[in-house]
């Protein structure tokens, strides 16, 4: 096993939230120091910016390569033309398409993370790149946030665990991970201009929580400065976000690079922490050079910056260009990957005895038009081109073969849209009413008579997506309408809610008998949808948040301060392609919410979810037993029994969350401190050990600018979801 596998493994038994591995970026200090001192100011400054779209320069005079990065977060992503975002069109860079961030997460595993980073690295490797920009792991605010599907959660110490497992499983195979976005970009409208307003301790508890553990536990080589503000500062330039607390506090010893498009100033980005701006040099080209020649930027702080780069590039072996590229990305060793993280993050919410599909189902009527949707490409931004996708309906008739006939109906499409500056010709609309309802027809027409119906529907890669957030959360294009449609005619209906995001279920969850939440999930994911619907393997996924029963339940929008008013503008990524970088104004987002972000918010105020954060169910039942807790030193050891009490082998996803109930501080009714998968065969009970750092409970007290663990009362809760803890016990600090 890697000397980090064990230590990742360490970190969750044995607890030591923050402990510290040797970190490998500081093996070549002496040579670094050589190195800088043979360097023109020139060379310097030269690898300070972006070269091509994805690359930044190396020393070619030293034969120090060039830093080649590679969109992350969930697939290598295409090569394209050095200065556009032209595709190449090659066919050895098609890639694995990996589930995306909050599929992941729902695996609520970091073990599993780490072979998901490790699988991105092979892939990475195979390409020449050196660093993947990814974990993508912002906290999940919004219901409706365009990158949700990207990123792992609305809870800090889950984005965290994933992401240290991610940055360790693909720091082990010696390729750099780049953390983004750095910090609290967690909307897309407005990203690129928008001012977070935010306390100091939601700030650091909720939303830096997850950066520095993979910075302190895993030794993470890269970060990415976010497009929007925080406190007034453009991330890029903010000196308390880069200097302060990443690298004075946490002891980041690597190299932090702009979002596209995301530097503002020359003196600011430089002094202010950046390493290179990307992807061209507006800033840091020779506006830099002269800011040095002036006096402007002292020549140590060009050092320092050349030396953060330095650590990673000497930490990361390049591929040589020869060699990189001449296999297809996408190989057999990382499709089983892809395939595990899918079979493991499949959500089942309900289940009136429709699941696992019955033997004596011989006609099932699959409908929607993601049952045959790749899902690989699309939205803004990164996007992987596959080497192959199964969607769910191939998925299902191969699992299904020979045992049951499907009628395959797809029941609606998506609604016409126009292109990037243009317009929907005069009677697209009316032509789309027209294709909906002969579509609807050909679906009454395949349900009827059919033992079952699986509506495969959700959303799509382009109504979540980069760059903008969703209006609501309604199912888009009719599906609701349609199913109500198809229950009048057969009311045995599955729906599988392929999305990336909370939807709206009020309607779905009234009228479907099984309901599944599958996922953006990847090259293998029909695979693992079929798997799991048939009963080859038990449900295991949890939600990585909460499924509100309405947008308005959730804090930003209960509270009124999203979305905010757009003054003028649009997307800062749209702008950038469109070379209209500047047509940007300026907004500010009030977190008024502070640390009351997703369960936090809906168990403290008593609004009750559609599905918690937590949630998910097995076709087991699990029993939970004989709670103790006792403080170590400085780790909290809980210990229970579970036991699987249905025939089959399943996973639990175990859960400890603790409450303060004597805290001095405002806090949550109580909040996720612990979590454990664990594997039980069907009939055994098996003994769970989940290890809490003391350090976990930590708040950050606001008058002292410091982090507080307060002795006293904690309450101790366990179970199988935030609002389904049996087991109770209290220890004191
Ligand atoms: C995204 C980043 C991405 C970059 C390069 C930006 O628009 O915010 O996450 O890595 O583009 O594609």
Redesign the pocket.
Known sequence: MKKSLILLAACLIGGAAFAQQTNPLLQHETEITEIIKTMTLEEKVNMLHGKNMFSSAGIERLGIADMEYA??PFGIREEMEPHSWMPLGWETDRATFFPTGSALAATWSPEIAYEYGKGMAIEAKLRGKDMI?GP?MNIQRLPTGGRTYEYLSEDPILSGELAVGYTLGSQDQNEAVCL??FAVNSQENMRGFVNVNISERALREIYLTPFEMAVKKANAMGV?AA?NKVWGTWCSENFTLQETILRNEWGFKGMIIS??GGTHSTVGAVTGGLEVEMPGNTYMGQALIDSVKTGAVPMNVIDARVRNILRVRLAITPVPKDVANTKVTSQPETQAIAYKVASKSIVLLKNEGVLPLASKAKTIAVIGDNATRTMGLGGV??GVKTLYEVTPLEGLQKALKGKAKIRYARGYEPAPRAGWGQQLPENAMEEYAKRMATLKKEALKAVKGADLVIFVGGNNREVET?GSDRTSIQLPFQQEELMKAIAEVNPNIVAVMVAGAPVDLREVNKIAKGLVYSWFNGTEGGNALADVLTGKIAPSGKLPFTLPVKLDDSPAYALGVYPQQEQGGGDV?VNLVNRDRFAVRKADADYSEGIFVGYRWYTTKNVKPMYPFGYGLSYVDFKYTNLAAKVEGETIEVTFDLANQGQMEADEVTQVYIARPDSKVERPKYELKGFKRVAVKGGETTKVTISIPKDNLRHWNEFQHAWNVENGKAVIYVGGSSDNLPLQTEITL
């Open positions: 969109d992350g920009l993508a983004k976005h990415m497009y979002d596209w931004g990164a980069e990524f």
